[in-house]
């Protein structure tokens, strides 16, 4: 069963399988859980969902606003996002939680890419809090 919700963080349309738990919007990167999401319209032709989503879009977006404003990367999202947190437990604890949500396992380099220069500083603080755990050599995942 496939259904057409909008995003209650960014208000985009989108379609989501019912069958899954949750989902991230593509836009804005916030997680959605499927049943409590208010659904639109509801089908088990994902066919004729996305025609009628994509009649949506061309009827009430101009076609500018039809594209994400960001790049859909949740990545480029995260690296904003710890850009902003100054103090650095705070920025520890929320790289761990993303970067392991995003990835499952993450390494040093996906820390340096969004951090450059603090990655290896960040990891080992991390380790010695207690606040990752390495399940295999070189990578690491939120406890």
């Not at 850009?83 to 990835?103: P, Q």
Request: include cysteine.
């Amino acid at each position: 069963m496939f259904a057409i919700v909008f995003c209650p963080g960014c208000g985009h349309a989108r379609l989501i399988d019912l069958n899954n738990d949750g989902s991230r919007c593509p836009r804005c990167g916030r997680m959605t859980e499927h049943r409590k999401a208010k659904v639109h319209l509801r089908s088990d032709d994902q066919n004729e969902l996305r025609a009628a989503l994509w009649s949506f879009h061309e009827k009430y977006l101009p076609e500018e606003e039809t594209a994400p404003e960001k790049p859909c990367d949740p990545l480029f999202r995260l690296r904003e996002e710890l850009e902003s947190i100054k103090d650095h437990e705070t920025k520890m604890l929320y790289a761990a939680e993303e970067l392991s949500s995003i990835k499952g396992n993450f390494t040093l380099e996906d820390l340096e890419e969004l951090l450059p220069g603090e990655g290896a500083a960040i990891l080992r603080d991390m380790v010695e809090a207690g606040i990752v755990f390495e399940p295999r050599p070189g990578l690491y995942h939120r406890v």
